[in-house]
């Protein structure tokens, strides 16, 4: 469980630092009421960093044994089914990312609480019943199966749907695509 944590917090890391400068560039926008802007960056942004992040998914699952074997200076017998757990718990990461720093800058911060919570009660039981089944990689599908299926849902409605003015017209960020 240690190195997978060790290469989770690594990825988690790369993804802040390659995003975190959004931050106070959406508050900026925000403030100046670009949507444009926000929602161009919100879309390439999160593109770049799901693109980025399928890379180095793909060099984990790929060479990721030989890799921390290299690493370690022996073999810990890491499987493909923990390799594969924590290349799409990054993925389920780096797929927020960019909105929550919009959220974040519109200072949406309760509702990402209740989202938060609510997907934390159901990863704590898919945890101990999936660790269980699956080892240790049954502990990260049970954080990343309640992020999918509600932190990631959540705060895609949340940012196409982000307010109402005062005069009740939507302040949609990004309208949804015509057919």
């Known amino acids: 469980m240690t190195i997978a944590l060790r290469i989770c917090i690594t990825a988690l890391g790369a993804l802040g630092v390659a995003s975190q400068p959004l931050w106070p560039a959406f508050a900026e926008a925000v403030q100046s009421n670009d949507r444009h802007w926000i929602g161009r960056v919100i879309l390439r942004g999160s593109a770049l960093l799901v693109g980025i992040t399928i890379v180095g998914s793909s060099i984990l699952l790929v060479y990721g044994q030989r890799l921390l074997g290299w690493w370690l200076h022996q073999s810990l017998g890491i499987t493909k089914a923990l390799l594969w757990a924590i290349a799409v718990w990054v993925l389920a990461q780096a797929l927020v990312r960019v909105p929550c720093l919009l959220l974040n800058a519109l200072s949406i911060i309760r509702y990402q609480v209740v989202v938060s919570s609510a997907a934390l009660a159901l990863a704590f039981g898919l945890k101990l019943w999936l660790s269980a089944r699956l080892g240790v990689a ?33 302040r949609a960020v990004i309208s949804a695509p015509t057919l």
């Not at 309640?146 to 109402?164: D, E, M, N, S």
């Open 138 to 170: 049954g502990i990260l599908w049970g954080t990343t199966a309640p992020f999918l299926l509600i932190i990631f849902p959540a705060v895609t409605w949340r940012v196409f749907h982000w307010g109402k003015d005062a005069d009740g017209g939507s």
